[in-house]
């Protein structure tokens, strides 16, 4: 699996898995009628460093980005986003694309990673946990997750020194 810093022109082939992920409205709390445009804004925006993980034949498989959480004093603390094509969930292409970014994280001088919103039921949760994010609290059914109803959103940490 290469992971590497994505292009302009590597959106095309990461909005298919985007849009399924979130129209599916079960692990992000952005609008399932996301529009391409966007979504692109979202995902690619300004500040954002973001990266594709490919299969040998060059297929994206997967994508992540890491802008920093907060601003001016606390801009040393980073976030992230990542996604996986559904179709190749369980694969370790999830963990691969996190430890990634958590080692570009700390060379770009972050020192922490928070994620503001997990959805309690997404298992992502478990992966986090294996890396060593902590669940610092939960937001109680903030989230209208279409299986589960109401279920809580995390707010998770790590620290990176």
Aim: glycine fraction near 10%; aromatic fraction near 10%; hydrophobic fraction near 45%.
């Amino acid at each position: 699996m290469l992971i590497r810093e994505a292009t302009a022109g590597d959106w095309p082939r990461i909005w298919p898995f985007w849009h399924r992920i979130v129209a599916a409205a079960e692990t992000y709390t952005w609008d399932p009628d996301t529009s391409e445009e966007a979504a692109r804004t979202l995902w690619m925006g300004p500040g954002k460093r973001v990266y594709v993980a490919e299969d040998p034949a060059g297929t994206v498989a997967g994508s992540a980005y890491l802008t920093a959480n907060y601003g001016g004093p606390a801009a040393r603390v980073a976030n992230a986003g990542f996604m996986v094509d559904p179709d190749r969930s369980g694969s370790g292409i999830g963990r691969a694309l996190a430890e990634h970014v958590l080692a570009e994280a700390k060379a770009h001088g972050y020192r922490a990673m928070v994620f503001n919103a997990v959805v309690e039921t997404n298992p992502a949760v478990a992966l986090w946990t294996s890396l060593g994010f902590a669940v610092l609290g939960t937001v109680p059914e903030a989230f209208e997750h279409p299986r589960h109803g109401r279920v809580g959103l995390h707010i998770m940490y790590r620290a990176l020194d």
